[in-house]
Nanobody, 116 residues
Framework: QVQLVESGGGLVQPGGSLTLSCVAS????????EGWYRQAPGMQRELVAL???????NYADSVKGRFTISRDNAKNTMYLQMNSLKPEDTAVYFC??????????WGQGTQVTVSS
């Protein structure tokens, strides 16, 4: 089993920044991709940013130019740098790892609230 633990969420004013972290532990599995998803109240979970095994990145149109996904393989940690935050970015943010066999592993989520 793979365990994922997110941290770094909180309350921030519009225009502010936050950096989320996701630390992985447990079984060693071959990973196809890692990503950040978010879910606002009453909404479906949506993909925010993705980084593949090869290092390619993809972003939701709503966060392009504002969010940056990265990882530190030596620390088994993935990051999401979020700048110019907007109230509509308010959501619970989840990290995800998808194995090469298609298994999905999820963290417990961290709340991000953007409000003045």
């Amino acid at each position: 089993q793979v365990q994922l633990v997110e941290s770094g969420g909180g309350l921030v004013q519009p225009g502010g920044s936050l950096t989320l972290s996701c630390v992985a532990s447990g079984s060693i599995v071959s990973i196809n991709s890692e990503g950040w998803y978010r879910q606002a109240p009453g909404m479906q979970r949506e993909l925010v940013a993705l980084i593949t095994r090869g290092g390619s990145t993809n972003y939701a149109d709503s966060v392009k130019g504002r969010f940056t996904i990265s990882r530190d393989n030596a620390k088994n940690t993935m990051y999401l740098q979020m700048n110019s935050l907007k109230p509509e970015d308010t959501a619970v943010y989840f990290c995800n790892r998808r194995s090469v066999l298609g298994w999905d592993y999820w963290g417990q989520g961290t709340q991000v609230t953007v409000s003045s």
